[in-house]
């Protein structure tokens, strides 16, 4: 469950950005907030799993906001079941934006 209170933001409470807090989830905002922390000196991916209505979507919703507040450009893209036979359908939806800024390499 969460609730929109303001919270101070800083590494030692519980919040994931300014200005949300998702009660009873500490470890998981703890782990998220150090992963976005980190990746502004390297790449990385950090994977979010788990079953139906565990909240997921709500932890994602405080990466973002985290990830805005430091500054960091958010990409996003959603898979859909219907999609399961289109071969990396959702990495075509999150890149595909970007092809056009792409410069072809050259063969020579």
Do not use: Y
Not at 2 to 21: E, L, M, T, V
Not at 42 to 69: F, H, I, M, Q, Y
Not at 77 to 100: I, Y
């Amino acid at each position: 469950m969460s609730h929109r209170d303001k919270a101070p933001p800083g590494p030692s409470g519980p919040s994931i950005s300014s200005d949300r807090i998702l009660v009873g989830r500490e470890r998981e905002l703890r782990i998220l907030r150090d992963f976005l922390d980190e990746t502004a000196t390297r790449g990385a991916t950090l994977v979010v799993s788990g079953e139906p209505g565990v909240g997921k979507s709500a932890l994602l919703e405080g990466a973002v906001a985290r990830a805005n507040d430091l500054g960091h450009q958010v990409v996003r893209a959603a898979g859909a079941e219907f999609e399961v036979d289109v071969t990396f359908a959702t990495l075509k939806q999150l890149l595909g934006p970007f092809l056009g800024l792409m410069h072809p390499r050259s063969t020579e």
